[in-house]
């Protein structure tokens, strides 16, 4: 059993252990000159305005979680399809339970108003 995993955690042991020299070198061998110029903080060139805290509109998250649960809807439904054929009937039924649930949530925001933008 130990033998089927041992090349990935021969790779896993590999990368870490490749990502911990790289930081090492970069850190022993990379140039140390800090000044006050790169030590600012500056947005897109420009000195930073405003507060980096500011409120934004809930609107602002549903849309993200609209993008994360259609994203994840997707996710699903490739490897749905690749077996549709082995899992038949009830793969059917349950997949179109699953995509009726996200319609219903997609309807209730539309209905709230959360895709419109002002």
Request: hydrophobic letters at 60%; one cysteine or more; proline letters at 4%.
């Amino acid at each position: 059993m130990l033998a089927e995993y041992l090349p990935v955690l021969v790779f896993l042991g590999v990368g870490f252990g490749l990502a911990i020299v790289m930081l090492i070198l970069g850190s022993l061998l990379s140039p140390h000159r800090p000044n006050e110029a790169k030590n600012s903080p500056f947005e897109c060139g420009f000195e930073a305005f405003g507060d980096a805290r500011m409120k934004f509109d809930v609107r602002y998250y549903l849309v993200a979680i609209l993008f994360i649960i259609f994203d994840l809807e997707i996710a699903f439904l490739f490897p749905w399809a690749i077996v549709l054929d082995k899992i038949g009937l009830f793969g059917l039924i349950s997949m179109a339970v699953f995509l009726g649930i996200l319609i219903i949530g997609f309807i209730y925001e539309w209905k709230k108003g959360a895709l419109e933008w002002e």
